[in-house]
């Protein structure tokens, strides 16, 4: 299994999303976790689809700290949050399926 944390500090840049298709085509994590996007919910929704991630969660802004949290992940693993993730703890189970 692999995992790939980046913290993105904004996805705005042109040059970010293809950064990501590339990291995602060499490297093909089973899950990413992209922190402080500072992009809306629509937005990694497309993400999701255009990377080939089958599922996603979204850890919503505390106001305007950070920007959102997206976690992608594909069929082979499962993952299963404990509580309410927020910005500053996510606990989380992952297992291979």
């Not at 700290?65 to 992952?94: A, H, I, Q």
Request: proline share 5%; with cysteine.
């Amino acid at each position: 299994m692999k995992m790939l944390h980046w913290n993105c500090q904004g996805l705005g840049s042109p040059l970010k999303i293809p950064h990501l298709k590339d990291i995602r085509k060499s490297s093909n994590p089973d899950i990413m976790l992209l922190t402080e996007t500072k992009n809306v919910d629509s937005f990694v929704k497309n993400l999701a689809v255009e990377l080939g991630y089958q599922k996603f969660f979204i850890v919503p802004a505390n106001g305007s700290s950070g920007g959102e949290d997206f976690f992608f992940w594909n069929d082979r693993v499962k993952l299963s949050f404990l509580e309410n993730p927020s910005l500053y703890c996510t606990n989380m189970v992952v297992e291979d399926v």
